[in-house]
């Protein structure tokens, strides 16, 4: 390579706008291990990456924390009064939401890039308030995880749908920070949910919500936890939703790709597709830090190689509404995908 080219690849644009925030890099490191300490997140700062998600605070966390707190003081309520002084009063027990708020604003302190608090719940109510919690504390937004599985029978998608629509709703309208909904895909209809959810007051959508799967030891029966780090081959469904959603609700609403992101040709392709930002947690978890700095390079060779100076240029270029044969991301190529894999068999008698 030469240097003038290296140099032009160098000055490559690769500022963008996410959640309302500008954002020097489109690559954004996903809650994982990796977001945990200001140690690593200083590191993926270093490495290029324009924002980092923290992990989530857990609503079944908080719960069991705080059931297991009552369960203790009540243990001793029938007591001599002097032996209540054993115990520390409720309101001095520093819950795992305060110590959430300590990571979040130590985070705070160590880097300039923007810090994305996620909370991950599903019911309405008094819960939501910890979305306003965590913007006090210094959060430049919030990333909401809708994550249940449905496993009542007596429960109708519908029914499904309006109760996580109302939560959305409440945590948007308190949070006073932007909040982008991780969705996953499995609803009815995805663009009408998609759609509502942003009617509802999300500034932006993450796609998708990647759940870990259970396996089964043989031995003794037990439903054991399985991490499996995503690679490209599951490029596929945030990139055909990226590219049909961008048209359908417009460049006011933020759009942020995960899952698959192995190089900085899988970037690019989500970044064409319509995406603000890519999230990336398992290339990070196979690499450490600098991985986000070898997508970014990548990342910039790519964009050489399609003569965009740009990430703004490549933005959008290839969703649904601009990319010739655009239909694809839907059936049309259905057919042929089947008979290509066809031929190629016919191809090796």
């Known amino acids: 390579m030469s240097t003038d080219t290296a140099t032009t690849r160098e000055q490559t644009d690769l500022s963008t706008r996410y959640l309302g925030l500008d954002l020097s890099s489109p690559i954004v490191a996903s809650a994982s291990p990796m977001t945990e300490h200001v140690d690593s997140i200083v590191a993926l700062e270093a490495a290029g990456v324009g924002a980092v998600v923290l992990p989530s605070l857990f609503e079944e966390e908080i719960l069991a924390e705080e059931h297991m707190v009552d369960s203790a003081f009540e243990l001793g309520a029938e007591q001599h009064y002097e032996a209540r002084g054993y115990f520390p009063l409720p309101s001095e027990v520093r819950g795992v939401a305060e110590r959430y708020v300590g990571r979040l604003e130590a985070a705070k302190a160590a880097v300039r890039i923007p810090v994305i ?3 991950n719940a599903w019911h309405a109510g008094a819960w939501s308030r910890y979305g306003r919690l965590l913007a006090d504390a210094g959060a430049d937004a919030i990333e909401l995880n809708v994550y249940r599985v449905a496993t009542n029978e007596k429960l109708s998608a519908a029914e499904l749908e309006a109760a996580e629509l109302a ?7 308190r949070a006073g920070v932007p909040v982008a909904v991780k969705l996953s895909p499995f609803y009815s209809s995805f663009a009408n949910f998609a759609a509502k959810v942003v009617a509802a007051g999300a500034s932006g959508l993450v796609l998708f919500n990647r759940f870990y799967q259970p396996d089964l030891d043989l031995e003794t029966m037990e439903v054991l936890p399985r991490v499996h780090l995503s690679s490209s081959t599951e490029l596929g469904l945030p990139l055909r939703w990226t590219a049909i959603l961008r048209p359908q609700l417009g460049e006011e609403v933020s759009l942020a790709a995960s899952s698959g992101v192995e190089h900085g040709s899988d970037v690019a392709k989500l970044i064409a597709a319509g995406a603000d930002v890519v999230m990336v947690a398992s290339e990070l978890l196979r690499s450490g830090a600098r991985g986000a700095a070898t997508l970014e390079a990548s990342l910039r060779d790519a964009m050489e190689l399609t003569g965009h100076a740009t990430l703004a240029e490549l933005h959008g270029c290839a969703s649904r509404a601009s990319a010739p044969r655009g239909e694809a991301f839907e059936r049309a190529q259905y ?10 068999l016919t191809g090796h008698r």
């Not at 939560?167 to 309208?173: N, P």
């Not at 057919?335 to 190629?344: D, E, F, H, K, Y």
Request: net charge neutral; proline share 0%.
């Open 117 to 119: 608090a996620s909370l």
């Open 167 to 173: 939560f959305i709703a409440e945590v948007c309208e």
């Open 335 to 344: 057919v042929r995908t089947l008979r290509s894999w066809g031929a190629g």
